[in-house]
């Protein structure tokens, strides 16, 4: 119902994604969808008890923000005060004032980092979707085990995510996530994240958005070596790669990135409790390989297309 609601609001105010030449859809299409995320948190809180108010409180904060960039985009620099503001009430949340200063500070760090490399990720149908609900079902097979989380917290988020998926998870998507759904989802699941690596004292966890991590970063370096201001629009995303050149659909993208997600969360789930070495060196080979495939597809698919723009010219 809020979704078909949100939908009639959108379209009466013209709250649309309009395509241009660096977008991967062709027509104007609804955003905010994201919205729903938003929502389901609120609505867990309101019947859990008010629990995680930090964590609520953030992410309302960076969700309004975010939404009003979806309206008429802002500045990064305006934006980030909000995102910063965010991330603190999140560790607030975790009670993580016994961790050594500079801990605290780099924590900080990284989850402004997450949030905008999430955000930078979302640019097919269906993608951030499903790699959410994959992550957070690596999640919910932890706190089966551990019990760590209000599972409530993970089914209101799930239903969410599917129910976007509805509207989104198609050729033609009905609605896009926007800067309000990939930035919240964000948020909650660095929460999630860091509260189970730290209370099981587990840095596999780590591992559980590695796919989106390793095309992230990598893309930031690139951009970086080309002397690009990183937050200007681009194509450079290994998934931009396959759909743009390639002409593989958004759909079977996304479930790619999602799958690659749930294989590594096995992983995951069956090395959390090793040895702190043992899970470094798992961290280890499995960022090794990601970072070596993506350097292999990358400039695959790179010297294909200089390949087939130098045959064009001649």
Not at 91 to 110: K, M, S
Not at 183 to 195: D, H, K, N, P, T
Not at 253 to 261: D, E, H, K, P
């Amino acid at each position: 119902m809020l979704a078909l609601f949100y939908m009639r609001v959108a379209k009466q105010h013209n709250i649309t994604d309009k395509p241009n030449k660096r977008s991967s859809h062709d027509t104007p299409t609804i955003r905010g969808g994201g919205i729903l995320f938003l929502t389901a948190l609120l609505l867990f809180f309101l019947q859990n008890d008010f629990q995680y108010p930090y964590l609520l409180a953030g992410t309302l904060l960076v969700g309004g923000i975010s939404f009003v960039d979806d309206l008429k985009p802002l500045s990064p620099l305006l934006r980030l005060p909000f995102q910063l503001i965010a991330i603190f009430f999140v560790l607030i949340q975790l009670d993580l004032w016994g961790i050594p200063w500079w801990a605290f500070a780099a924590l900080w760090v990284l989850g402004v980092g997450f949030l905008n490399a999430y955000n930078f990720m979302d640019g097919i149908n269906g993608i951030t979707g499903l790699y959410s609900l994959s992550i957070l079902a690596g999640f919910y097979f932890l706190n089966r085990q551990t019990g760590l989380v209000n599972e409530d917290l993970l089914l209101f988020l799930g239903i969410s995510l599917g129910v976007f998926g509805f509207f989104n998870f198609r050729k033609k998507a009905l609605f896009f996530a926007g800067d309000i759904g990939s930035i919240s989802i964000a948020v909650v699941l660095f929460f999630l994240g860091i509260l189970f690596a730290h209370q099981l004292e587990a840095p596999v966890i780590l591992l559980m958005a590695v796919v989106y991590g390793t095309d992230s970063i990598l893309t930031i370096f690139y951009r970086l070596l080309k002397k690009e201001k990183i937050t200007a629009p681009h194509r450079y995303h290994i998934y931009q790669k396959l759909v743009d050149f390639h002409q593989i659909s958004h759909l079977k993208v996304a479930l790619g990135y999602a799958i690659l997600q749930l294989l590594v969360n096995v992983l995951v789930c069956g090395a959390f409790r090793w040895g702190f070495w043992q899970q470094l060196a798992l961290i280890f080979g499995v960022a090794l390989f990601f970072v070596t495939s993506y350097v292999f597809v990358f400039f695959t698919i790179e010297k294909k297309f200089r390949t087939l723009t130098n045959h064009t010219i001649k």
